[in-house]
């Protein structure tokens, strides 16, 4: 026995989680019965969606208004402009962030939402179609929208079925559903999420070598020509030292790249004077490149597959625009 605390006995927590495992069955078996009630009318408010041209509107009360704010910050992150908008604070003056472009989404088990309806009558005199998740189409708020995706009767889990669960999680995978499908009838990608996401880890995955590439005075180059001993100033005085420089023609097309993995071999190989020595003779002639709008994950995968610390970035002439280093991207945490 430790004071201050209960320790219970593996006997005494199976019936726990049994019960935990009773709850989230309830759960996942109100997720299936939407599923399977799915029909045209889901396809009508996808296509009405999509033919909208302003914003999604969610609401609702209490647990489904949570729900609400979840699924407008999924549509708004997936392409489709979307705001909540509380009932409560809705008819003391924020009908007015509902512009006549809109479809308005309302979330309510019941559908009798007092505060929910009280505002809808409002809605619908400027124009905005309502598409209702409740649990009947027969419900006040079912008879007063325009569509109706319909959950069924659902029996919440936990203790006397009383706070909101299965229903809230049942509102959420069909919210979900709805804004995912939209997300492919207005093909946004992978790279219109990323622009959505620049701070997390899919955005900067999906950044350009572009956007991540060293220019202007960290962009270390020579012209055809140069002497070793021009190159290695260059790449000495370069900000940063990215121990390499790209080598050009007057034109600024690339030509050769010369590293410190060159500069060795040559001293391994007795060099002469490196006054005297052309870079020509000395650079890694028709190097590796790569283009701005290759994405940075594909650029890591190319430095790690050559086993190479650095690019130089060229653009559709073959002309040297920037240099890639893989620190750049290390620092980024890609990968």
């Known amino acids: 026995m430790v004071r201050g605390s209960v320790l219970l006995s593996a006997p005494l927590m199976d019936p726990l989680i049994e019960r935990a495992r009773e709850i989230i069955e309830c759960e996942a078996a109100a997720v299936r019965q939407v599923g399977a009630r799915l029909g045209p009318t889901f396809v009508r408010a996808v296509e009405l969606i999509l033919g909208r041209r302003g914003r999604v509107v969610t609401a609702g009360m209490g647990k489904a208004g949570f729900i609400a704010q979840k699924i407008s910050a999924t549509l708004a992150s997936t392409g489709t402009p979307s705001i909540f908008l509380h009932p409560a604070e809705a008819i003391h003056g924020d009908l007015g962030r509902v512009d006549p472009g809109d479809v308005l989404l309302a979330f309510s088990k019941s559908g009798e939402t007092q505060e929910l309806l009280v505002m809808i009558p409002h809605v619908k005199t400027v124009g ?38 299965a229903s809230t999680t049942a509102m959420l995978a069909l919210g979900d559903a ?17 622009r959505f996401h620049p701070g997390g880890d899919l955005g900067r995955k999906l950044m350009k070598v572009g956007e991540l590439m060293r220019t202007g005075d960290r962009n270390p180059r020579v012209q055809i020509g140069a002497t070793v001993l021009q190159a290695i100033e260059v790449m000495t005085r370069t900000p940063g030292r990215p121990g390499a420089t790209s080598v050009v023609d007057r034109d600024g097309k690339l030509l050769g790249f010369f590293t410190d993995g060159d500069l060795r071999r040559l001293i391994e190989q007795g060099l002469a004077n490196p006054r005297e ?14 283009g701005t709008e290759t994405f940075a994950l594909e650029a890591l995968a190319l430095l790690h597959q050559y086993a190479i610390d650095q690019l130089p970035v060229v653009d559709g002439d073959h002309r040297l625009v920037g240099l890639l280093d893989v620190q750049d991207l290390l620092n980024l945490k890609i990968g």
């Open 128 to 165: 905005v179609p309502l598409v209702a998740i409740t649990q009947e189409a027969r419900s006040t708020l079912g008879r007063h929208a325009d569509l109706v995706l319909e959950l069924g009767r659902i029996d919440e889990a936990g203790p006397h079925g009383l706070a909101p669960s």
């Open 277 to 290: 020595r052309r870079i020509d003779d000395a650079m890694t002639k028709n190097p590796r490149s790569i």
């Open 178 to 194: 709805l804004a995912l499908v939209v997300q492919e009838g207005r093909h946004f990608g992978p790279e219109e999420f990323a």
